[in-house]
């Protein structure tokens, strides 16, 4: 990883915990099994790679570019994605842990999430039109004008959106998940 620009590398089992790496481009890099926790990878770019298996939990991502980055089964708690540069900010999610971390004023069209927790993360005033949240866990999510027009929340559950505050415009949620856009109102739904 001491090279500035890797090009179609594979990083398996290594551990970053707790180190500074920054300055740095990985052009289609695999990263499997790594330990990104409490480390602070700001400002490098990170274009057409993928995380499987990875802790990233605590990560620093200042001025960090995520382009077209996708993460499967990593563990990624209380990491601040609002810092990440937002030219290009293209991320997707399957079978992750995101508990505790913030998308606040990302724009995120189209973004997917499937099998993920995401308790109490925060998507104030971002932009997630035409996501899907696939069988994720939003329990304590912050959705607060929050753009989710088109979304799909058919199969999500435990989330609390209220349709006042938010652009829901086209969102599809299914009959059972009616509450989640209810619930400040206190009615019974049988």
Known sequence: MNALVQDDKTFEDESYAGTTVSGREFNNCTFKKCDFSSGNFSGNKFID??????????????????????????????????????????????????????????????????????????????????SVFSDCDLNGAVFNRTDISSANFIT????????????????????????????KYQLKIV
């Open 49 to 130: 790679c993928v995380f499987d298996g990875c802790n990233l939990s605590l990560m620093k991502l200042a001025k960090c570019t995520l382009s077209s980055v996708e993460f499967k089964n990593c563990k990624i708690l209380g990491v601040n994605f609002t810092d990440c540069a937002d030219f290009l900010f293209s991320v997707g999610f399957d079978g992750c842990i995101l508990d505790y971390s913030s998308f606040m004023l990302k724009k995120m069209l189209k973004t997917k999430f499937s099998k993920c927790t995401l308790k109490e993360v925060t998507f104030t005033q971002a932009n997630l039109a035409g």
């Open 156 to 183: 999500a559950y435990n989330y609390d959106i209220d349709p006042e505050i938010n652009s829901v415009k086209k969102a599809s949620f299914s009959a059972q998940g009616i509450h989640g856009l209810l619930s």
